[in-house]
């Protein structure tokens, strides 16, 4: 039976790059699928890696139909025997909702990859229907270390090195693009830390200003 796999982490968790392994296992077995994305940080139509590994994809945009371009595609005699769907938190419910139909009604296997909440701590619209919908949702293994050595729970976003908590919801960036100890903060970046630093506020870059002040003189 075809299952709606949901597959979750924080960003740097790896979940681009086990979506690329998972494309490549099936098709290494013989079977025939399709690729999408969204907002890919290498841009549209690609899916990108951390590690380097990308690939061609589909984009999805806010007025894709999943269940109409499955259905055009085999009506027109193509074979597809599953979906690779990164950036999955980016789709709307109503697209969630052509994936759980394209798996019950088409027998065909979905696979979606994406995080659950967005740098405000609240769920994606798209991950919260997975969540509803999926028949298996997977927390990925290999954990991602907020830069106090704990297991990083949250997404952080900066702007000009400030940590923010209100704003538009998708704006892309990057962890890789936050500011080294030599170079300027990014203009926008993302940072993954333990929940309790991300209720401070309190980033890689602003742990290391802190530890480098200097002690307060014992008298005022």
């Given at each position: 039976?075809?299952?709606?796999?949901?597959?979750?982490?924080?960003?740097?968790?790896?979940?681009?790059?086990?979506?690329?392994?998972?494309?490549?296992?099936?098709?290494?077995?013989?079977?025939?699928?399709?690729?999408?994305?969204?907002?890919?940080?290498?841009?549209?139509?690609?899916?990108?890696?951390?590690?380097?590994?990308?690939?061609?994809?589909?984009?999805?945009?806010?007025?894709f139909d999943f269940w109409r371009y499955v259905?055009?595609?085999?009506?027109?005699?193509?074979?597809?025997?599953?979906?690779?769907?990164?950036?999955?938190?980016?789709?709307?419910?109503?697209?969630?909702?052509?994936?759980?139909?394209?798996?019950?009604?088409?027998?065909?296997?979905?696979?979606?990859f994406g995080i659950l909440t967005d740098f405000?701590?609240?769920?994606?619209?798209?991950?919260?229907?997975?969540?509803?919908?999926?028949?298996?949702?997977?927390?990925?293994?290999?954990?991602?270390?907020?830069?106090?050595?704990?297991?990083?729970?949250?997404n952080a976003r900066t702007e000009d090195g400030?940590?923010?908590?209100?704003?538009?919801?998708?704006?892309?960036?990057?962890?890789?693009?936050?500011?080294?100890?030599?170079?300027?903060?990014?203009?926008?970046?993302?940072?993954?830390?333990?929940?309790?630093?991300?209720?401070?506020?309190?980033?890689?870059?602003?742990?290391?200003?802190?530890?480098?002040?200097?002690?307060?003189?014992?008298?005022?």
């Open positions: 039976m075809a299952e709606l796999t949901f597959w979750t982490g924080t960003m740097d968790a790896g979940k681009s790059t086990l979506a690329l392994q998972t494309n490549h296992n099936h098709a290494a077995r013989g079977r025939l699928g399709r690729i999408f994305t969204s907002q890919d940080r290498a841009g549209a139509a690609r899916i990108s890696s951390r590690l380097g590994l990308t690939h061609d994809a589909l984009e999805v945009s806010p007025d259905v055009d595609a085999l009506t027109r005699g193509a074979r597809i025997d599953y979906l690779v769907c990164d950036e999955a938190q980016f789709y709307s419910p109503a697209q969630i909702d052509a994936l759980a139909k394209i798996v019950d009604e088409l027998q065909i296997d979905v696979f979606c405000r701590t609240r769920l994606f619209p798209g991950a919260a229907r997975l969540v509803e919908l999926a028949d298996r949702t997977e927390v990925l293994q290999v954990e991602a270390l907020c830069w106090c050595g704990k297991r990083a729970t949250h400030v940590m923010v908590t209100e704003g538009e919801v998708v704006v892309v960036g990057d962890v890789e693009d936050q500011a080294s100890p030599q170079g300027p903060p990014a203009e926008v970046a993302y940072e993954v830390l333990c929940r309790q630093h991300h209720r401070r506020t309190l980033t890689a870059a602003r742990a290391r200003a802190v530890s480098m002040a200097a002690d307060p003189l014992p008298f005022g």
